[in-house]
């Protein structure tokens, strides 16, 4: 099973300022990687896949990157409604599809 | 739009049955592959089973092999997942997830939290 490490647990940032938030997988999953946004008492939402691509809908303000083990989701310049949880997820060696433990993004 | 409304969840006691339903909408349900995935109250989100867009393959996380079955009717374009032998640890609030074309999930359902207690 592919293990996906995400780092901070918790990231305080203030509105307009910049985000990274870094997943890491315990092997390779190639760009097979997608993020997605989840805010309280509501489900997630896809925001990236293939490591890199936007979903539908997705600001623009909204980036990935990497391959292989290390990837970033970048929110370039945080918007209230960006306050959030955010979680990755392989899908390159499954069963099972496997998720991180996700960043939660908080008002500084 | 493409909708996803789970239906079934409730309180049920250890070592009883339940099971879930999504009714689907918006895409065309026989093209796609579906998905459940569970969330503990305050934690992360597990990947529980997958079902391919014919129900011919099946795939399940190894907490719930054995015991919970998916299963779907393109013709009523629901998805189903029967749960036996609960326990405490399934209880979660269970989304269904329609596949993206290489397995990411592009639409969620508001999910039905399941409580296993006695």
């Known amino acids: 099973e592919i293990v996906m490490t995400q780092s901070p647990a918790t990231l305080s940032v203030s509105p307009g300022e910049r985000a990274t938030l870094s997943c890491r997988a315990s092997q390779s999953v190639s760009s097979n990687l997608a993020w997605y946004q989840q805010k309280p008492g509501q489900a997630p939402r896809l925001l990236i896949y293939g490591a890199s691509a936007r979903a539908t809908g997705v600001p623009d303000r909204f980036s990935g990157t990497g391959s292989g083990t290390e990837f970033t989701l970048t929110i370039s310049s945080l918007q209230s409604e960006d306050f959030a949880v955010y979680y990755c997820?392989?899908?390159?060696?499954?069963?099972?599809?496997?998720f991180g433990g996700g960043t939660k993004v908080e008002i500084k | 739009q493409v909708q996803l409304v789970e239906s079934g969840g409730g309180v049920v006691q250890p070592g009883r049955s339940l099971r879930l339903s999504c009714a689907a909408s918006?895409?065309?349900?026989?093209?796609?592959?579906l998905h459940w995935v569970r969330q503990t109250p305050g934690k992360g989100l597990e990947w529980v089973a997958l079902i391919s867009f014919d129900g011919s393959n099946k795939y399940y996380a190894d907490s719930v092999k054995g015991r919970f079955t998916i299963s779907r009717d393109n013709s009523k374009n629901t998805l189903y997942l029967q749960m036996n032998s609960l326990r405490a640890e399934d209880t979660a609030v269970y989304y269904c997830a329609k596949s993206c074309g290489s397995y990411c999930l592009d639409y969620w359902g508001q999910g039905t939290l399941v409580t296993v207690s006695s």
């Open positions: 918006g895409f065309t349900f026989g093209s796609y592959a």
């Open positions: 997820q392989q899908y390159n060696n499954w069963p099972p599809l496997t």
